[in-house]
């Protein structure tokens, strides 16, 4: 299993226009099962699928993954709680003095395939609720710029744990081309999640997904960028989140700027009236912003 | 005019139950009227109706609002870029070097009542588009606590300048009263406007507004709160964004412990799957976040 | 007792040039005075001397403070941990879900003014330490613009609780100028602190002050600056700290530029070089950074 | 030339006690030379020398660095401004839209070994003044945890582009060991530099070092940490300074209550009287803060 980002032997070769059909187990390793398992079964955080070579991309390229279809693999998902990893309490990277720091906990969520929800499941009490499913890929990236590898904890420029429900069917993806073959690999398959991920976990699952992979040469993209009929979306991460939301922005706008022919200016006034902004995950070591809108307000493409 | 949240001789008084019909000017104190105009004639931003002095309220008491109607008054918007403020360029409280700052600019949005848009005209091109109206109040707060006045250009505890798309008819708005008669506020109506109104605008209008007034005796609001039938809704304001999202989000897991009887940590995990967040502005002095969960995910009330 | 700088009656008028000699009580009123006293003895914090009028300030002066002389008014200090207060504790702004928080704490200092320092107690062993006396007030500050009033917690442009360990006998200060008279305040006096006041507290005591004041006309101050015989010194007051130093920086930047001559580029890379910052809070609402550089890097002043 | 901190094939291996003599050019290479010089000559940035394998070392160790002499290497620094990157400009990960950017420059830095300045001369004028040097490395690290490979502008856990002033002869570095051998980096020497670096580079030397290392077998470093006679160091790195402040004070809380035995209250009131905080730098990835106090303050080591 591997647990980085990053240059090594692929696993495939693809060639555009390829579809790839595989598989990824969920952010555990599968390894929270049932009721009085425990953290210490876990032997790693988002294992990943991969790397795929895709044939031709080269640095300065932009890898297109087209999410064709995603499917939760077996019956129940799992969300979990764990000290020093979360938005509203003490973290490794916002770490403060406590008397008493709050304890791990798992939840089961059980799946029902034919009506598409899973069902929240109190710890404390008998409540029960079902939550719609929407499937999308915590993990999905390519290996990054300059000799770096990084940990499938860590979204980034080249994607990885970006935990955006934009990853979703129907969607398509832009990634930086930063080695030759791009070195794609995913993980961390999600079955719903609340914007934030504000306690650590989204509901947890292996899956089964089939992608299609394109490229456009010769063309950078700087951040992540998704696509689909109705919307474009520019992600901006780092932290504060403020600056996630300086980056998806300044991405928006130059998208806009330079693909429909708005000027920067009046793209910004017009952001400042129809803009959408989606905080994905506020809690892994990098935050993530998508900044959006929708195609209907903009002129057509160049 | 007034342009400061705080203790001031009331316009009028008001009982628990009893309906306001009032306007108020826009952001601009309605001085931008046409092509040619420029921020010289504004006297003061965010010109205030009020106070308003509610019967009966006491530190320490909740008061209620409803917001019961919200009409644009007049035929026309206004859209602004003013150096030194905005998500994306260089501020007071986030200042830059540069060797050129951008330059002022406005935009008129003409509005059709009919069709209740407003169509967004580029300054750089021809290109127009419309927009769907969404009015809102973008200040309404009351006095705040401990002999405090504060600029109406800053949200806070007290509400002001939150910029919340929330702040819409058929919503319900709690807020804390701080002194007697609370001393409620309002202006800056908004016709539509993005998320974050990252260029430092909406869509500026003069409103008409029917509110109705209510008081929980006796029960402390810490910050402000949304409600409707299907959601609860609770805001968290400061800077950087992480801060506001962290006050929201445990104002909102504390709502629903107290209120629907999920313990702290089941209101925490429910939340990571369910929750929604909403950065409203990240322009003013504080920023904005509304942290919410539809109702049909809760218990029942208690 | 006064707990807001805002415009209030003056105490007292003074004529630029005038010498002021007063006292100000320490930071919990002096209500905390032997082992076994609690906060529920404190009726506000920061209580302020104030306001003094000076006559002929107008708003776009700038108001000059010779501090000229600061002594501890008696014989112990008081520093404490207060649950919601602190830079590594859970917070009002930056909260957190915990267990259990940490408990409420009360340190006395005996001063010893022969050899000027505080004795360190610990409350969970026998171990005491002598700190040297650094004598300066917490607060210090102006009625603020636009018809604000604002809290003795806070920090801002107009001064107030800058916690600023340069607001020592020796140094100017220069203030802004927003209200007729400047309306002058002082309090909070420190006998001692450490960087960033991290457990919320200094070595807190009450003061006796001797203070001068001039006033620059027309000449505005955006932002507090320090200033004696071997330093320029720029504050910079907002939230998170990345803000606040720049601020400060983009301050010093223009001061350098106007008064000594040098290139906004020249003076960036030379305080790359030589510059200081000090954090002085980062535990009040806003946060103070004091940016600085030693005169004799710079060119003669123009 | 090595740009990244990671496994590699090591260039040495010593044992613990071993004195290293070896040298490091400077961060870009070596490529500025002369007044017309531009970056277009610079191959990347930050070339490392290492890694140094360290015999016994093994994940769960620490690494001891003394740092005993280190000697600039040439007759002349060099310093830099580059658009989109510094403290109080826009950059990669706080962009900004702007009419026009700030240009690159570049500053040449006499060094005059015998009384030990570098001259700063003014590019926009005939300006010229000297400054003390004091040596250190800007970046010292080992390779990261968790497989990770992390670029030379980054500071981290494993040390890294620290920028700080006390990695200088005479002080000793404290690093987790991440995999076998430790695989120690050095480079990017500094002649002088202000605290934040806020324009980007300090005076950019290559440099002759000379360093000893040890290793405590089985006792894990979370952060680097320094020491010397008189002080203990914590460094914390993150962003936004806020958090690399949390950082370094609970390790030095946790620090002085395992080592010297205060409570962690106790150490916390103490910091808050005598603590220092050293913003080192605020313009790479993460930024990094330097908490200590001096050893007098207190209780002898357990």
């Not at 090594?8 to 599968?30: E, Q």
């Not at 998902?77 to 990893?85: D, L, M």
């Not at 799946?111 to 029960?128: G, M, N, P, V």
Request: proline share 7%.
């Amino acid at each position: 299993m591997k647990y980085v980002f990053g240059a090594a032997p692929p696993v495939a070769r693809l060639k555009p226009g390829n579809i790839l059909d595989a598989n990824s187990l969920d952010c555990f390793g599968n390894a929270l099962q049932k009721p009085g398992d425990s953290f210490s079964l876990v032997k790693g955080d988002n294992p990943l699928t991969g790397p795929f070579y895709i044939e031709g991309a080269e640095p300065g390229d932009t890898l297109v993954v087209h999410l064709l279809d995603l499917q939760v693999d077996g019956k129940q998902g799992v969300g979990t709680f764990s000290p020093g990893f979360g938005a509203i309490n003490a973290t490794h990277y916002t770490p403060m003095l406590e008397k008493e720091a709050l304890p791990e906990k798992i939840w089961f969520y059980p799946i029902d395939h034919a009506e598409r929800t899973a069902t929240f499941q109190a710890l404390d009490s008998s409540y029960k609720v079902k939550i719609p499913l929407h499937r999308f890929l915590g993990c999905i990236g390519v290996a990054p710029a300059n000799g770096e590898a990084r940990s499938s904890i860590v979204p980034a420029e080249f994607g990885g744990n970006m935990d955006a429900p934009e990853a979703s069917a129907g969607n398509t993806l832009h990634l930086p081309v930063n080695v030759a073959g791009a070195l794609f690999y995913f993980g961390d398959g999600h079955a719903a999640m609340g914007d934030g991920e504000i306690a650590g976990s989204a509901i947890e699952v292996p899956m089964k997904v089939r992608l299609q992979f394109d490229l456009v040469k010769g063309r950078h993209t700087g951040w992540p960028r998704f696509e689909n009929e109705k919307e474009i979306m520019a992600a901006g991460i780092y932290r504060p989140v403020d600056d996630a939301v300086r980056i998806a922005f300044t991405e928006l706008v130059g998208w806009i700027h330079a693909d429909y022919g708005l000027s920067e200016l009046d793209a910004y006034e017009l952001l400042s009236k129809v803009g959408k902004i989606h905080l994905t995950e506020m809690v892994d070591p990098n935050y993530v912003v998508v900044a959006s809108v929708e195609k209907k307000y903009l002129p057509p493409k160049k």
